[in-house]
């Protein structure tokens, strides 16, 4: 199995998350690709997983290359892929907003057929608001910090990807039984 993650990122944190996770999974596995610079029908479509990476920017936008590709995204057959998102964004400052983006993305790829796994709990961080959470206690997806939470990234990560495996290797293991 091949794992593509395909990411955007502004000031590079969303980047740096995309490259920790390739070396927790490694490169053999897991291939990340920068949205901007990829053609995006042609590419994701290769993979059986796929994982997403977002940063939210000014009052809950996203970031702007992944939006540019989200007509790109609608237009690909993502039908027996999975998808799981994480974002980056700031928890403070911008707690009305936390990682806002992830949930359009995470929309546009169930559009196109996906199915979303890796939800994550909202305990343990402090924000106001969220049009990222699924009910009061579940994101979406990852949501990580950089900016005020730092020292949580690597842990968050780390337990994220064993989780997703976890659901996917329980996936294979059922489709073995068919
Ligand atoms: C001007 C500005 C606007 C921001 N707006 C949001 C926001 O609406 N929601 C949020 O969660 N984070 C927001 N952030 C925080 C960024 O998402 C965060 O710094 C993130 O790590 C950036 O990722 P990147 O380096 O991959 O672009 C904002 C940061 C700045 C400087």
Redesign the pocket.
Known sequence: MKIGLF???????????AELMRDEIGEEIMDIHEVFKTDLQDTIIQYDFIIL?V???????M?SEWANKLDDLAKVDLSNRKVAIY?????E?????????MMPLALKAQESGATIIGNWPSVGYE?TD?KALIDEHTFIGL?????RQADLTVSRIKTWLKLLLAELAVDNWRASLI
């Open positions: 990411y955007s990122s502004d000031t590079g944190n969303t980047e740096c998350v990476g940063p939210t920017w000014y009052d809950g936008e970031q974002g980056l964004g700031e928890q400052d911008w707690g009305e907003y936390f990682c806002d983006a924000f969220s949501p990580l910090d950089e900016d």
